[in-house]
């Protein structure tokens, strides 16, 4: 049986190095092959698409990183997400389009979470080392894809964890932590923070604690709506982790 792929969407963005180093990592953790994936825009020779990822590859050999499989496609970057038929997805938070908004999210980033089931990891536009990772659901019994993620490890085992479940006003989020906790066990501290929204709880959490991955679902995400994919004062886009999406 094949290894399970690993797909880095790399641009000419200042995100693109962070994007590889956080598809390599994300590689090693799961066992996976790693692809770097770049989709040749309309003013962009062919040789000079060839140069951006092979430069991109080198970059990651000097890391000392396994050399990963080039792909240069054409067409869209939604197209191009699908075809790889990855495991697991890495893009930059934003493109090259959006400079240094930090509040802000990229344009490909709704559609392809909407057209994929797969993980994807919004990276931050420098790669730190992992060490602490925050996850995030809601009080909804029925979002369980953030604790099926932990349960069966994909790449987060042996990292300092904890889990958040956010209560808007009047919920009752024991329900979800016994769950959770019946999930994780002794793997993290999880407790609850009453919240409007996710942003709003994870800048409470990130007051006095710092995290270097955030992992939350697709349906608590887009169950917020325009709210939490667009920059706003408390953006959750604007922190300086990186985001994976189950």
Known sequence: MAPPRVTALIDRSAYAASVCEHGAWLAERIGASLQLRHVREAEETVEAAKTLLTEASERLADNGATPPNLSLVEGGVLAAAISAEADVLALGKRGE????????LGA???????????PVCLAAQVFLPIHRVLAVTDADP????VLDLLTVGRGLDNLDLDLVVVARAGEDPEPKLDMARGVIEERAATFAIEAGGI???VWSYLASKPADLIVLSRAVLLGEGARSLVASAGSLWSARASVLIC
């Open 97 to 104: 389009g959006l400079g240094d908004d930090r509040a802000a």
């Open 108 to 118: 490909h980033v709704e559609p392809i979470l909407r057209a994929l089931d797969i």
């Open 142 to 145: 029925e979002h369980r894809a």
């Open 199 to 201: 942003g709003e709880a």
